[in-house]
C-alpha cells in the first residue's frame, strides 16, 4: 500500500516552456501533498506543500508565479514549472502523507528534468 | 541551526557489521521521527518511523528516540552491500524536516 506515482518520469525541455508533473496517491487519500526539489548531491529541499482544494504554502524563496501547484483531488497534485530555464534543472520529487498518527510521507519515483 | 542534523559521512562498515546512524534535532516540540533510504538517482523510500521514547524493531533496523537528548538513531544489523544508500533523518512537528542524509557504504 501507500503508493504514489509521479509523470512523466523524465522531460527535456526548451528553455522558456513550461512543464507539468503530475503526482498521483495510487491506493490511498492524502490529505497533504508536498513537492521537493533535489540538485546532484544535494539534500531534498521542500518547495510547498499543498491541501486539496487550497493554495499551496510555499517555501521561503520559491516562487510561486513560477511554480503553479494545483491540488485538485486528494489523490492528484500537479506541479506546473512555468518559463523553465537551464537553471530550474533538477530532480522534482513530490510525497503524500495519509495523515495518520506517525503522519509519515510516501514519496514518488521523482521527475528528472533537463531545460536545454 | 538546522532543525535536523545528520553526520554527511560517508560511514563504511564491512558487510555483516552493524551500522549505526545518528541524528539529532533542535525543537523539543517534535512528535514524530522518521528514517529514509535514498539509493543514488531515486527518490526517498521510508524504512520506519518512531515517536515514542526507546526502540522499534522492524526486521534487521531498529530506531532509537531519546526525546531528552533529541537524539534519533539507526540501526542496521548484519549490514548488506545493497544497504548502501543515503540514510535521510526527519522530524515532525507541524511540518517536516529533513536532515541532509548519510551516505552509507557497506564494503563486500
Known amino acids: 500500500g501507500a503508493v504514489v506515482s509521479q509523470h512523466p518520469s523524465w522531460v527535456i525541455c526548451k528553455s522558456g516552456t513550461s512543464v507539468k508533473i503530475e503526482c498521483r496517491s495510487l491506493?490511498?487519500?492524502?490529505?497533504?501533498m508536498f513537492w521537493y526539489r533535489q540538485f546532484p548531491k544535494q539534500s531534498l529541499m521542500l518547495m510547498a506543500t499543498?491541501?486539496?482544494?487550497?493554495?499551496?504554502?510555499?517555501e521561503q524563496g520559491v516562487e510561486k508565479d513560477k511554480f503553479l501547484i494545483n491540488h485538485a483531488s486528494l489523490t492528484l497534485s500537479t506541479l506546473t514549472v512555468t518559463s523553465a530555464h537551464p537553471e530550474d534543472s533538477s530532480f522534482y520529487i513530490c510525497?503524500?502523507?495519509?495523515?495518520?498518527?506517525?503522519?509519515?510521507?510516501?514519496f514518488g519515483p521523482g521527475t528528472r528534468l533537463t531545460v536545454l | 541551526q538546522k532543525e535536523v542534523e545528520q553526520n554527511s559521512g560517508p560511514l563504511s562498515v564491512p558487510e555483516g557489521a552493524i551500522a549505526s546512524l545518528n541524528c539529532t534535532y533542535s525543537?523539543?516540540?517534535?512528535?514524530?521521527f522518521f528514517w529514509y533510504r535514498q539509493y543514488s538517482g531515486k527518490s526517498p523510500e521510508l524504512i520506519m518511523f518512531?515517536?515514542?521514547?526507546g526502540d522499534k524493531e522492524d526486521g534487521r533496523f531498529t530506531a532509537q528516540l531519546n526525546k531528552a537528548s533529541q537524539y534519533v538513531s539507526l540501526l542496521i544489523r548484519d549490514s548488506q552491500p545493497s544497504d548502501s544508500a543515503t540514510y535521510l533523518c526527519?522530524?515532525?512537528?507541524?511540518?517536516?524536516?529533513f536532515g541532509s542524509g548519510t551516505k552509507l557504504n557497506v564494503k563486500p
Open positions: 510525497s503524500a502523507s495519509v495523515g495518520g498518527p506517525g503522519n509519515e510521507q510516501f
Open positions: 491506493d490511498f487519500q492524502a490529505t497533504t
Open positions: 499543498s491541501n486539496e482544494g487550497s493554495k499551496a504554502t510555499y
Open positions: 525543537d523539543r516540540g517534535s512528535q514524530s
Open positions: 518512531i515517536y515514542s521514547n
Open positions: 526527519a522530524a515532525h512537528f507541524n511540518k517536516f524536516y
